[in-house]
């Protein structure tokens, strides 16, 4: 890696943002003919979510969404990333879309545009239509073309003042944390079913870019965002060298394989056979998933650390292995694999901070993506913050969090990355899905009890870089 530049000054254009989702933040999920999506009926379902919370209110943002834009304003962003709720557009998944709904997101962008503020819009941040599941979810086929048809309906009614799309976020969590660890709405544990899921996600990805551009001004751009892992192993070892193979496999090329590069890797078809044997994958289907990206999302936390899991652990059942509170494990055939704690500093998701791994995902698909534009479309971390006695949040892990990240991202265009923005996760302070409102990932601090917003440290010291466009000293 090469040594940090100075003085750390970002590209003019570099886009400064901080991202959100529909379910963590919207709240007023029975307006506007809103249906449920497999986040209400999870979320409702006790025992599913940390003390029974829900998205119900979330941080209202429906209602404040004007509040928001102007905080946003005022710390100097340029960029803001949030996703559309598909049932307030088009409840049950089927069917007309809902102008009401599609007029809220309207107003958004409008507001976000009035303030200097660049949209980008995500179209599918985990919320399914509830009915969508019980026709069979992410493992039927049809729930692709669903989605193809859904990115048509606000494709066609955002295309004219949103630029930035993307189609899905992080696939990954759909797929595995969904329907196999369970640890994600819909909560199913069944290895073969996330394996299909994964397949119908790309293919939704690959309908609904053809969708979007068939109903968009050419100028506008689509991409993905997708939570690629990196991988390190304990040693050099070749059993744990084809361990880390694995994961990557599962993380990683299950995705930008057929994204990318035309094929799922041939490694991925053999370590799973004996789960699936891919028969899903229809003439043509790759060809559709593998239409050009304008641009690719990468969302970074933390690295993972894999070795060949000793012999009386292939033995096999169900395990933990730091992926949520499921016994059952995210990856399918992995047997064989065990994930160890990585080293160093840990944030309050006990994710070890790790700045080394984004400069190392970035120079991945500088690689593995020549030519195509990259933004870190999520990174940040959670702490424990709390207003002191003057109601100031001050959360100077989280800068120096930043800080590093934003350094290794600097690291990444020095070494000539074509990397054209960062998104904060997050905005605010908001539903962290299964662990409730129990984890605070925001620049902005969120009192839930009045829902009152307060800028933390780090907004402000976010906001000055924004403006600046360079990282200042930390001590500074
Ligand atoms: C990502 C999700 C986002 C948030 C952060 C912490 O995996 O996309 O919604 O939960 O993690």
């Known amino acids: ?7 750390v000054t970002f590209p003019p254009a570099f886009l400064w943002g901080a991202a959100t989702s529909a379910y963590q933040i919207e709240g007023a999920v029975r307006e506007g003919g809103r249906t449920p999506s497999i986040w209400d009926t ?17 941080v209202d943002h429906y209602h404040r969404y004007r509040e928001d834009v102007a905080l946003m304003a005022g710390l100097g962003l340029t960029a803001y990333r949030f996703s559309v709720s598909w049932t307030r557009v088009q409840p049950t998944g089927r069917g007309p879309a809902v102008q009401r709904g599609l007029d809220f997101y309207r107003r958004l962008v409008d507001e976000l545009l009035a303030h200097g503020i660049k949209p980008a819009l995500t179209l599918y941040h985990w919320d399914l239509p509830q009915e969508l599941e019980d026709a069979g979810g992410w493992p039927e086929r049809d729930t692709a073309f669903r989605f193809a048809e859904y990115a048509a309906m606000v494709g066609e009614a955002l295309g004219d003042r949103v630029e ?23 909560g199913r544990t069944d290895p073969e079913a996330s394996l299909r899921a994964a397949h119908h996600l790309n293919l939704a990805h690959g309908l609904g870019t053809s969708a979007l551009r068939s109903v968009m001004p050419s100028r506008n751009s689509v991409a993905v965002s997708l939570n690629s892992a990196v991988v390190r192993t304990v040693s050099r070892d070749p059993a744990d060298l084809a361990a880390a193979q694995k994961i990557d496999d599962l993380a990683n090329g299950i995705f930008h394989g057929p994204m990318l590069h035309g094929a799922y890797p041939r490694t991925l078809l053999e370590a799973t056979s004996s789960v699936t044997d891919w028969s899903y994958v229809r003439d043509g289907d790759l060809e559709a998933i593998g239409r050009p990206l304008d641009a690719l999302g990468l969302n970074y936390y933390t690295p993972a650390l894999v070795s060949a899991a000793p012999e009386e652990r292939k033995a096999g059942g169900p395990r933990a292995d730091g992926h949520g509170m499921s016994v059952f494990s995210p990856w399918p055939c992995t047997d064989d694999v065990m994930f160890h704690q990585t080293p160093g500093e840990r944030t309050e998701m006990g994710w070890t901070v790790d700045p080394t791994g984004l400069h190392e995902l970035i120079t991945r698909y500088t690689r593995e993506a020549p030519g195509v534009p990259l933004y870190v479309t999520e990174n940040g971390a959670a702490y424990d913050d ?27 265009l020095a070494d000539g990355a074509d990397v054209r923005g960062y998104f904060l996760w997050s905005l605010m302070d908001n539903f962290e899905w299964s662990y409730g409102y129990g984890r605070r990932f925001g620049a902005v601090y969120v009192d839930y009890a009045t829902l009152e917003r307060t800028p933390k440290s780090s907004a402000w010291w976010y906001g000055r870089v924004a403006r600046g466009g360079h990282l200042p000293p930390l001590e500074d």
């Open 1 to 7: 890696m090469s040594e940090p530049v100075t003085p």
């Open 42 to 58: 999870f979320s409702h379902t006790p025992g599913r979510t940390a003390r029974g919370e829900t998205g119900d209110i979330a």
């Open 164 to 186: 930035q799309w993307i189609t899905l976020n992080e696939p990954w969590c759909s797929a595995f944390l969904g329907y196999a660890s369970g640890i994600h709405a819909p």
């Open 386 to 412: 709390k207003p002191d006695a003057e109601g100031r949040v001050h959360d100077p892990e989280r800068i120096a969090y930043l800080h590093a990240h934003l350094s290794a991202v600097h690291r990444a």
